[in-house]
C-alpha cells in the first residue's frame, strides 16, 4: 500500500502578507518543513528533524573540530544542531554509552512536539531580522534525512551520512571543556544549565 506523506504545515498564525507567513512558506516550498507560530516563526521538530542544542560557546568549538554536521543555528546563547527525526530519543542512551552520562548536563534536545526559533533563509530581503540565524544553513531542494547526523551512520565509512554517536560525543566533550573553564574563572555553574540548577563538576 503505497503511504500518502501528509504536506507540511505552514503556519497558520503568520498574518497574510506579513514577513512570517512569508518566511513560513519558503520553508514549506523549498524544504517541506513545517511551520508554527509568529513573532517569532517556528520551526516544529520531530518530523523532518530533531535538534540537539549546546552552549554557543562549546557550539564553536565543535564546528572548529572539523565534525560533520548537518545544517546549524544559533538563537540567543544557545546553538542548535540539526539531526535526523528522533535523534532526541536517542540522544540519553548515547551519552550513557559514551560514558558521559549526568556530565553533559548542557547537551539537550528537542524532538517529537518541540519547536525551535525559525531563522530568516539565505536571500531573504535585506533588513529581515530575526531572534537566530542559520550559521550553516540548510539546502533548498535537498531532501533533510540523509544529510542529518543519524545513528545510522556509525561505522560507515566514506558515504554522505554524518554521524550522530561522533556528534554527540564531540558536543557533550566541548560542553564539558566550557563548564570547567567557566567554573575555573569563577562563572557560577548554574548559568550554565536551562532553569539555573546547578550540576557537580567531574574532572577528567
Known sequence: MTRTVPQPRSSPDAAPGSADAALAGRYARELGWATAGRGPLHLLTGESFDVLEVPAEAGHAVL?????????????????????????????????????????????AVGAGGRVTAPPLPGSPEGSTGAAVWLRPPEPGRAPGPALPALAGFGSSGGDAPDLVRLVDAAATECHRVRLSHARTGVPTGMLTRGGAGQPLAFS
Open 64 to 108: 572548529r573540530r572539523g565534525v560533520r554536521t548537518g545544517p546549524v543555528l544559533l538563537s540567543g546563547t544557545r546553538m542548535g544542531l540539526l539531526v535526523a527525526a528522533g535523534g532526541a530519543d536517542e540522544l540519553p542512551g548515547l551519552l550513557d554509552w559514551l560514558e558521559w552520562g549526568p556530565l553533559a548536563p548542557d547537551l539537550t
